[in-house]
């Protein structure tokens, strides 16, 4: 199994433009996180899905930020107009649910986001 | 989900064993303990996790005392590989929500 893949893994941006990042959970797993990691806020969660349905999105900073999934094998983030305080990395992980306990979150390896 | 405490940083020789605390007092009876680590630039990975009893698998042992206020990490031979900040993390299992709320953790450095 090749793991979440999430690309791109490095962005460079401009301030204002429209950033997409993309992630591939892994083949059968059920849920899909989205991540950002900043020095000042450490790991945060932005958003969940469950079987492509966003479940808790209370963690997006503001409408800037947009979640989809449109199937069990992609989703995207979007950040419209992006922002410098918007730099982090983001990082996409999938889990797959058990019943009674919940299994494990792989990670994928993030994307560095730099908006200039 | 319950908080947890743990060292900002900690300091393991190589080869030794790495034992690391975490303190998580508010714990609810239907909460697990988590462990992740995180290398430097890489995504977070999966430990181990329990919910009573000491866990042990090919990376670590989870050690959670009787009254479950609090757990220890334990790696038998730590080697540099294993310089990373280590996460805890207690939360329910299952259940309407699945979130993983990661705190500050504990910047383990092995030095040679």
């Known amino acids: 199994d090749a793991g979440v893949i999430q690309s791109p893994r490095h962005e460079v941006t401009e301030m204002g433009q429209e950033v997409t990042l993309r992630c591939k959970p892994i083949s059968g797993h059920d849920y899909l996180f989205w991540y950002r990691q900043t020095m000042m806020r450490g790991l945060e969660l932005l958003i969940y899905?469950?079987?492509?349905?966003?479940?808790?999105d209370s963690g997006m900073p503001e409408d800037r930020f947009s979640a989809k999934m449109p199937n069990a094998s992609f989703s995207t983030l979007k950040i419209q107009p992006s922002e410098p305080r918007d730099s982090a990395v983001y990082f996409c992980?999938?889990?797959?649910?058990?019943?009674?306990?919940?299994?494990?979150?792989?990670f994928g390896p993030g994307t560095r986001l730099t908006v200039t | 989900d319950a908080k947890t405490t743990q060292p900002t940083s900690m300091d393991c020789a190589e080869g030794r064993a790495a034992n690391l605390p975490c303190n998580h007092s508010t714990i609810s009876g239907n909460e697990y303990v988590y462990w992740y680590r995180q290398i430097h630039s890489q995504g977070p990975q999966y430990i181990i996790h329990g919910l009573k009893n000491n866990e042990t698998n090919e990376m670590a042992s989870l050690i959670i005392t009787e009254d479950r206020k609090s757990s220890t990490l334990i790696l038998p031979h730590a080697t540099l590989r294993d310089t990373a900040v280590y996460y805890c993390?207690?939360?329910?299992?299952?259940?309407?929500?699945?979130?993983?709320?990661f705190g500050t953790g504990t910047l383990l450095a092995v030095q040679p």
């Open positions: 992980a999938s889990s797959l649910s058990g019943g009674v306990t919940t299994y494990e979150q792989y």
């Open positions: 899905f469950n079987n492509n349905v966003p479940i808790d």
């Open positions: 993390i207690v939360r329910v299992a299952g259940g309407a929500t699945n979130k993983l709320i």
